[in-house]
């Protein structure tokens, strides 16, 4: 039996998110309410898929200083979710540190990881609301993409985690590697009790080609997970979302964003994104951006402007949606569709 110092520890934050990503919504208000914090750039594997659109780039932590100032002002304008990203976050030695002190906060934490360092860092993970393990397939297809062992290493991760009670999500990209892996991952992710958030490889540069699926593959392969959350698996992704993905046209290319005001050359639903009215990254070297599509491209650096002027500044954005904010389900949160917003608030007390 649960007692009153876990339930609280547990539910009070996960009530709080929820509260606020509902208040959001209804009243249209932008608030960063979830946010993406890379702690560092450094990491043991070589993932192809991993910045894909930045091979050069200078390697770079952001300070335990850095983050802490970082999280104190998010805080400040309403931040109630952090998810410390990489890199590898568990690589850093104090990042034990770094959870304690955002978790203090009453900020509900999440990490990302490859399954190499969690040995190390049990009873700072035991305080997150969840461990989401990077995994995609089997281990021939899964060692395809991330490195020979690493499957061995995240299957260890999640085995560890169960072990010792640490809320897991399974997140698996995929391509041609690993495209047949499906269903095995669902499995998986059943075995260990926990759900699968997936998506497809984005195809941003010449050398991701080799990698890519067709577009009949990509399309059949969100058929087969639809059907497969009609089953009972625990997909990370509504009805209203698979349904989107499935029929937006699949020749579109990643790097096509469409503005306010264009014409949209094809029919269907799509709506605008959102993603921006609750929801940004910072990157290592502190520059805010409101996607991954936009990394690089249209953000400022709090460093320079301020937290919040940065935050403030992702309004001005001109895009409309993309290929990606279509996949995203953050970014229905923020639409009027209903079963949407249940999914993700289910999400946040479920774990």
């Known amino acids: 039996m649960l007692g ?12 709080r998110v929820a509260g606020g990503l509902l208040s959001a919504a209804i009243m249209r208000r932008r608030t960063p309410l979830y946010v993406g914090l890379f702690i ?30 970082i999280v104190d002002a998010l805080y400040g304008m309403g931040t109630r979710y952090i998810t410390l990203l990489g890199g590898e976050p568990m690589i850093r030695k104090d990042f034990g540190e770094i959870v304690d002190y955002i978790v203090g906060k009453g900020i509900m934490t999440e990490t990302g990881t490859n399954g190499y360092f969690t040995k190390n860092w049990i009873p700072t993970l035991k305080k997150l609301y969840l461990v989401c393990h990077s995994i995609d397939g089997d281990e021939t297809s ?24 640490i809320p897991v999500q399974m997140r698996a990209v995929f391509n041609k590697n690993n495209v047949g892996a499906l269903e095995y991952l669902l499995k998986l992710s059943r ?6 958030a997936l998506a497809e490889q984005a195809v941003v540069k010449t ?29 990370d992704k509504s009805y209203t979302l698979l349904d989107k993905i499935i029929n937006f046209p699949t020749e579109i290319p ?40 936009l990394f690089g491209k249209f953000g400022k650096n709090i460093f320079e402007v301020g937290v919040k002027e940065a935050w403030d500044f992702l309004d001005e954005r001109q895009c409309l949606f993309c290929r990606q904010s279509i996949q995203d389900l953050k970014s229905y949160f ?15 007390l479920s774990k």
């Open 4 to 15: 009153k110092k876990t339930i609280s520890r547990k539910y009070v934050p996960a009530m």
């Open 40 to 69: 560092t750039e450094k990491c043991n594997l070589k993932c192809i898929y991993c910045f894909p659109d930045s091979p050069n780039r200078v390697v770079k932590d952001l300070s335990k200083e850095q983050i802490f100032k």
């Open 142 to 165: 899964h060692d395809l993409n991330r490195g020979k062992g690493s499957y061995n290493k995240i299957v260890e991760s999640l085995q560890m985690c169960k072990d010792n009670g």
């Open 191 to 196: 075995e260990f009790g926990t759900s699968l």
């Open 207 to 235: 050398k991701d080609k080799e990698y890519a699926m067709t577009n009949e593959e990509i399309r059949e392969f969100w058929m087969r997970v639809r059907d497969y959350k009609r089953q009972g698996y625990q997909i």
């Open 254 to 293: 990643y790097s096509k964003l469409y503005m306010k005001g264009e014409r949209v050359p094809f029919k269907g639903d799509f709506p605008a994104c959102n993603l921006s009215r609750g929801y940004c990254f910072i990157d290592a070297d502190g520059f805010m951006y409101p996607c991954a599509t």
């Open 334 to 348: 923020f639409s009027r569709d209903l079963r949407s917003k249940m999914v993700v608030a289910r999400n946040f």
